[in-house]
C-alpha cells in the first residue's frame, strides 16, 4: 500500500501524460523560443547592453580568485611532516657536529 502511493508521486512528481503536474505549471508561450533565456539574438553588428549588476559580480569575482591564488599560495607551511622533517634535520646536523642530541 504505501509502495504504492510512493510510486504514484514519483509519477507525478516527474510528469506524467495522465494530468497536469502538481509541481510546475505549463506556462505562459506556447512552444519555448529556442534561444537561451527566451532572448531574441541582436541584429548583426549590435551588442548586447550589460546590466547594471554584472559589472560589479565580474570584477569582485576575479578580485577573489586572485586574492584566494596569492594568498594561499604565501600561506606558511604549519604540516606536522614539514615540523617533522626540520626537526629530524636539525638532529642529524648536530650529530654530524659531535654536539649531543638535544631532548624535549
Same mark, same amino acid.
Given at each position: 500500500? +504505501?509502495? &504504492?502511493?510512493?510510486? /504514484?508521486? +514519483?509519477? *507525478?512528481?516527474?510528469? #506524467?501524460?495522465?494530468?497536469? #503536474?502538481?509541481?510546475?505549471?505549463?506556462?505562459?508561450?506556447? &512552444?519555448?523560443?529556442?534561444? +537561451?533565456?527566451?532572448? *531574441?539574438? +541582436?541584429?548583426?553588428? /549590435?551588442?548586447?547592453?550589460?546590466?547594471?549588476?554584472?559589472?560589479?559580480?565580474? =570584477?569582485?569575482?576575479?578580485? *577573489?580568485? =586572485?586574492?584566494?591564488? =596569492?594568498?594561499?599560495?604565501?600561506?606558511?607551511?604549519?604540516?606536522?611532516? *614539514?615540523?617533522?622533517? &626540520?626537526?629530524?634535520?636539525?638532529?642529524?646536523?648536530?650529530? /654530524?657536529?659531535?654536539?649531543?642530541?638535544?631532548?624535549?
Amino acid at each position: 500500500m +504505501l509502495r &504504492q502511493r510512493l510510486i /504514484q508521486t +514519483l509519477r *507525478t512528481r516527474g510528469g #506524467s501524460a495522465t494530468g497536469p #503536474s502538481r509541481w510546475a505549471s505549463p506556462g505562459h508561450e506556447e &512552444q519555448p523560443k529556442g534561444y +537561451l533565456f527566451n532572448r *531574441t539574438p +541582436l541584429p548583426p553588428g /549590435q551588442s548586447r547592453k550589460w546590466e547594471d549588476w554584472e559589472l560589479p559580480c565580474y =570584477v569582485t569575482s576575479f578580485l *577573489t580568485i =586572485v586574492i584566494l591564488g =596569492v594568498g594561499l599560495n604565501a600561506k606558511p607551511d604549519l604540516t606536522i611532516e *614539514t615540523w617533522a622533517h &626540520q626537526k629530524a634535520l636539525e638532529r642529524l646536523e648536530s650529530e /654530524q657536529a659531535g654536539l649531543p642530541a638535544e631532548s624535549e
